[in-house]
């Protein structure tokens, strides 16, 4: 059975830190590009970074560049998101997504989510 499990969301203030975790299950998670995605209420979700199946690459998305870093241990199956200097618009549900292509076929898995809320 194949599970996404996040955890590490809360309530902080604003210019605090969190630390996500997502833990892997039921596939073979080195082969998978990893992402996190975020979704607050009326907006489209936004991939806020992305890592390799090796971690040898990562992006970010604009709003959270030098504050928030990806990480992996393929050993262990664990994707991380270190989350610094906060802000109140970084609350939303934080996703992790699994995604792979084996030859034309694409392979997806989605975590349920985690809340992060950033008090001003």
């Known amino acids: 059975q194949v599970q996404l499990v996040e955890s590490g969301g809360g309530l902080v203030q604003a210019g605090g830190s969190l630390r996500l975790s997502c833990l892997a299950s039921?596939?073979?998670?080195?082969?998978?590009?990893m992402a996190w995605f975020r979704q607050a209420p009326g907006k489209e979700p936004e991939r806020v970074a992305f890592?390799?199946?090796?971690?040898?690459?990562?992006h970010y998305a604009d709003s959270v560049e030098g504050r928030f870093t990806i990480s992996r241990d393929n050993a262990k199956n664990m994707v991380y998101l270190q989350m610094n200097g906060l802000k109140p618009e970084d609350t939303a549900v934080y996703y992790c997504?699994?995604?792979?292509?084996?030859?034309?076929?694409?392979?997806?898995?989605w975590g349920q989510g985690t809340q992060v809320t950033v008090s001003s």
């Open positions: 997504n699994a995604d792979s292509w084996f030859g034309m076929r694409r392979s997806a898995y």
């Open positions: 039921g596939f073979t998670f080195s082969r998978y590009d």
């Open positions: 890592i390799s199946w090796s971690g040898s690459s990562t």
